[in-house]
Structures are given as structure tokens and as C-alpha cells.
């Protein structure tokens, strides 16, 4: 079965451009996660949705960053306009409700120059 | 609220050497407990869980068991090769509620 499946895996753009990631949570998985991880500040949840449905956005660092999930089997992450600050490896992840174990794609490496 | 403490890094021990990950957990009820790794320019996996006390998870020659007395879940293995080099994250997710909580990390570099 496949994983998690984002994209971009590496992208490198310059200040105040548009940057859009995507991501493809395993199938039949009804939570999504967006994660953003640095070496200052570590792993951290910027947003998670159920059944499509964004729960909780608490993490989502400014209004430039924002994140939608249209269909069962698409969500992106934008952020717009980009900051050098912004650099960091951008992960999602998944899991199905009667199970327990989140499943981690292989990330979007963002720099931001 | 509910949260994961784990040894800092980085940890750096000779191949064949024991390793252990300390990690402590703060949570109401039964959370279930997961060790995930790391490798260098990928995402995270799942390396092994436990989901009630005494469990024991076990995967690729680690191993963890869930005490529920000392709120601890630590990551060991006997014998370290050069290709378990990685980061290992401690994590639980509560028995309700659907967020995962993910310790900072812990940077393990084995040397032939």
C-alpha cells in the first residue's frame, strides 16, 4: 500500500513568493496532520483535520500560513507570503480512528531564500 | 496537559555498544506510547508501540515496555550497529482525544 505521498519533496524559492505543499494521506485515513520541524524549535503541529474538517489550527504560526483538505485523499498547506524564517522540512501525517499509529510521509524541504 | 519528556542528545556510542533512550510521560488515564525513527533525510516511522502497561513493544532489536508505575517508556537495544544512527523520538497519544504528542528528539551516531 502506499504511504503518505507529499510533494514537492525539495523547494527552494526567494522571499514573498507564493509556496504551496501537498500531500496525499494513506487511504481510508479519516485524521490528517501537518507538522513543521526545525532544529530550534523541533517537531511541531500546525494544523490536523477530521474527516476533512480542519479541528484544530492552534499551531498555524501567522496568516500567512494557511491549509485546506477539499477531499478525503488531498490537503495542501500555503503560505503566502514566504519568509526566510519559513525554512524548515514540512511533514504530514495520517491515521485512521480505530487505529492508533500516525503514518509520516517524507516530507517538503523549504528554503526560503 | 499531556506531554513527553525524553533524554537529550546527542548520544554517541561505539557498534555493538547497549543503548538507552530515557523517556518520561505526563498523562491522564492510559495513553498508548510509541518510539519512531528518524534517518537522516527522510520523514518519520514507526519503530514500535505499546498500548496499556506492562506492554512490551519490540521491533528490529529494540525494545520498550510501558510502565505505568514510572510513567517511563525506554527505547533499548543490546547491540548497536552503524546503521541505527538516527533520531528517536518518543511519543504518546492519549486514550482520548486524537492529537500525538512527540518528545524533542534524541540524535544517536554510532561509530564503527
Known amino acids: 500500500d502506499a504511504g503518505v505521498i507529499q510533494s514537492p519533496r525539495h523547494e527552494v524559492t526567494e522571499m514573498g513568493q507564493e509556496v504551496t505543499l501537498r500531500c496525499k494521506p494513506i487511504s481510508g485515513h479519516d485524521y490528517l496532520f501537518w507538522y513543521r520541524q526545525t532544529m530550534m524549535r523541533g517537531l511541531e503541529l500546525l494544523i490536523y483535520?477530521?474527516?476533512?474538517?480542519?479541528?484544530?489550527d492552534s499551531g498555524m504560526p501567522e496568516d500567512r500560513f494557511s491549509a485546506k483538505m477539499p477531499n478525503a485523499s488531498f490537503s495542501t498547506l500555503k503560505i503566502q507570503p514566504s519568509e526566510p524564517r519559513d525554512s524548515a522540512v514540512y511533514f504530514c501525517?495520517?491515521?485512521?480512528?480505530?487505529?492508533?499509529?500516525?503514518?509520516f510521509g517524507e516530507g517538503s524541504w523549504l528554503t526560503v531564500v | 496537559g499531556d506531554s513527553v519528556t525524553q533524554m537529550e542528545g546527542p548520544v554517541t556510542l561505539s557498534e555493538e555498544a547497549f543503548l538507552t533512550i530515557n523517556c518520561t510521560y505526563t498523562a491522564t488515564g492510559y495513553p498508548s506510547l510509541f518510539w519512531y525513527v528518524q534517518y537522516p533525510g527522510e520523514g518519520l516511522q514507526l519503530l514500535l508501540k505499546a498500548t496499556k502497561a506492562d506492554d512490551k513493544g519490540s521491533n528490529k532489536g529494540f525494545e520498550a515496555t510501558y510502565r505505568k508505575e514510572t510513567t517511563s517508556f525506554h527505547l533499548e537495544k543490546g547491540s548497536v550497529q552503524v546503521s541505527d544512527s538516527a533520531v528517536y523520538f518518543c511519543a504518546l497519544t492519549p486514550n482520548t482525544g486524537n492529537q500525538f504528542y512527540f518528545g524533542t528528539g534524541t540524535s544517536l551516531t554510532v561509530i564503527p
Open positions: 501525517a495520517s491515521r485512521f480512528t480505530a487505529g492508533n499509529t500516525i503514518y
Open positions: 483535520f477530521n474527516n476533512n474538517v480542519p479541528i484544530d
